[in-house]
């Protein structure tokens, strides 16, 4: 949860609040929220409830994404929700939450970069959108991606477009793509047939048939996976937001760090400071998928971002209400 006012171009955080709950684990087997991971999601939103009690919201956007657009039981979830909480949440579609993504990335975007990747692992699924810049001025560029809240397939705009290549939302993310393999025993072989598998689901992206040059590419990550990767890169004792949102690592770099992961084994990760109890246990499968696009696309360029969907809808409620001067750079 982010509490925000507008700021400028940009907006100032008045409150936040992160917790791991899982609201998707086991739904690859039994296609439902289980009672145990639908309690755990509640008593955070009960503490979302009273920020935002105390801080005398005025406007909202409540939103649910994978795990509830693929469990049977999702409506009823969300009238419990509505029934204890007092929240409304609202299941958005896949286009959506790719393009929230997008927008929030628009800051770390280089004026250099001719094809932009950016992906989003979530904990039911992975967004992955493809943009060509090529036919945008270099200045603009980051602009030009904040200009995406419309919608992927903008017409009529007098502004040079970023052209949306091609998106998909593979349905798995860290949890979903465990789940898939929780029955290998052997901690290495569960790696490797997570991110092979995980590949095979890319096969109807576009560019995926595309080889692709490192020089004027840049892949911007958005996740969990891709920050605590790169808090092991820096040695982090404690995350520190202000060293990880805009690091740039070169494929070479992570694959050092993912290879450290394998190496430290599950007990090992566990320990890790960096790495943190709530994530030990998705952190594998989060290498796996990041591990699998940097076989498809090596990049010297990739970069982290400690922002995403969240961002994304303060960026795109306060757009539409006209309350931001201008795009946040």
């Known amino acids: 949860m ?12 008045v409150d936040s609040f992160s917790k791991s709950v899982q ?3 086991g739904l690859e087997k039994s296609g439902r929220l289980s009672r145990a991971s639908m309690n755990r999601t509640i008593s955070a939103l009960r ?17 649910a994404t994978e795990a509830c657009r693929r469990a049977h039981n999702a409506r009823e979830f969300i009238r419990q929700v509505k029934r204890e909480t007092g929240l409304t949440l609202e299941i958005i579609q896949p286009e959506e939450e790719a393009r929230l993504a997008v927008i929030s990335c628009a800051p770390l975007v280089s004026t250099k970069t001719e094809q932009l990747l ?27 991606i904040m200009r995406l809240h ?4 903008t017409k ?19 949890a979903t793509l465990r789940d898939q393999f929780s029955d290998v025993e052997s901690d290495s072989a569960r790696y490797a047939l997570m991110s092979w598998y995980f590949e095979e689901n890319l096969a109807e992206f576009a560019p995926y048939k595309d080889v692709q040059a490192r020089e004027g590419f840049q892949i911007v990550g958005t996740s969990g996976t891709v920050t605590t990767v790169a808090a092991s890169h820096l040695g982090l004792k404690r995350y520190d937001r202000t060293k990880v949102d805009g690091l ?16 430290l084994g599950p007990e090992g990760r566990r320990a890790d400071p960096r790495i943190g109890l709530d994530r030990q246990a998705l952190i594998m499968s989060g290498a796996a998928i990041l591990q699998a696009l940097l076989r498809c696309w090596p990049t010297d360029r990739l970069s982290v971002a400690d922002r995403g969907l969240r961002e994304g809808l303060l960026y795109a409620q306060m757009s539409a ?9």
């Open 47 to 63: 503490v979302c409830q009273q920020k935002i009690r105390r801080h005398e919201v005025t406007q909202m956007r409540l939103v």
């Open 23 to 25: 609201l998707g684990a």
């Open 118 to 144: 950016v992906v989003d692992i979530g904990g039911g699924s992975t967004e992955l959108v493809w943009i060509d810049l090529t036919a945008v001025p270099a200045f603009d560029r980051p602009r030009a």
């Open 2 to 13: 982010l509490i925000a006012q507008p700021k400028g171009n940009q907006f100032h955080v």
């Open 321 to 329: 209400d006209g309350v931001l001067e201008d795009a946040p750079f």
């Open 150 to 153: 419309a919608g992927f397939h």
């Open 248 to 263: 740039r690592m070169t494929s070479d770099q992570i694959e050092k760090v993912i290879s450290n992961y394998l190496e």
């Open 156 to 174: 009529d705009s007098p502004f040079p477009a970023a052209r949306v290549v091609d998106w998909i939302s593979v349905p798995l993310g860290v």
